[in-house]
């Protein structure tokens, strides 16, 4: 069974820094890229930042571009996100998905991690 | 970015109605547009990808159709278990931008 566990979420002051955790288990990782996607209470879904099966290729929404950076580490099954320079406004459930397939659909979620950004 | 646009943002419906939501993207997109349902503390579910491929386990009532840059899902028969919000996205390029969402609501 496919399963993501996000952490690290939690209340950080504007200007500061945070780093989530996603634990993949259930499929062979480095055969997939992954994502995270992130939503404020009570809006949308926004995607945040994409990579590839090897790193190789990473994407960012023009809203965390230079402030967040994905990562991942194969041999432990693992996505991570740094969140730096944080801001009210990146306050949010954040997911990590797995990009499936060649239309790279994300196929499977886990439940998210909560970050609040307050001073 | 390629802005997508979904309507209407709100629907009520009864059970057994069909229902129809339309997504539009700011340029051609090919077929590379998913679906999703997201019901509140849950994680939000694929129901279709490539347009008009349903995913594994996901009920026949769901379709989706399109190509280029308009695009629908359409659920044929409501069931109480598919109220929730509805969300298009594509993975043409990067960023890869979710509609605004469609909340689905019982009339």
């Not at chain 2, 629907?11 to 997109?29: E, N, Y």
């Not at chain 2, 695009?71 to 109220?83: G, K, N, V």
Request: with cysteine; aromatic share 10%; charged share 15%.
């Amino acid at each position: 069974e496919v399963q993501l566990v996000e952490s690290g979420g939690g209340v950080v002051r504007p200007g500061g820094s945070l780093r989530l955790s996603c634990a993949a288990s259930g499929f062979t990782f480095d055969d997939y890229g992954m994502s995270w996607v992130r939503q404020v209470p009570g809006k949308g879904l926004e995607w945040v930042a994409g990579m590839n099966w090897n790193g190789g290729s990473t994407g960012y929404a023009d809203s965390v571009k230079g402030r967040f950076t994905i990562s991942r580490d194969n041999a432990k099954n693992s996505l991570f996100l740094q969140m730096n320079s944080l801001r009210a406004e990146d306050t949010a459930l954040y997911h990590c998905a797995r990009r499936g397939g060649s239309y790279q659909p994300l196929d499977y979620w886990g439940q998210g991690t909560l970050v609040t950004v307050s001073s | 970015d390629i802005q997508m646009t979904q309507s209407p943002s709100s629907l009520s419906a009864s059970v057994g109605d069909r229902v129809t939501i339309t997504c539009r993207a700011s340029q051609s997109i090919s077929t590379y547009l998913s679906w999703y349902q997201h019901k509140p503390g849950k994680a939000p579910k694929l129901l279709i990808y490539a347009v008009s491929s349903l995913q594994s386990g996901v009920p026949s009532r769901f379709s989706g159709s399109g190509s280029g840059t308009d695009f629908t899902l359409t659920i044929s028969s409501l069931q109480p278990e598919d109220f929730a919000t509805y969300y298009c996205q594509q993975s043409y390029s990067t960023p890869r931008t979710f509609g605004q969402g469609t909340r689905l609501e019982i009339k």
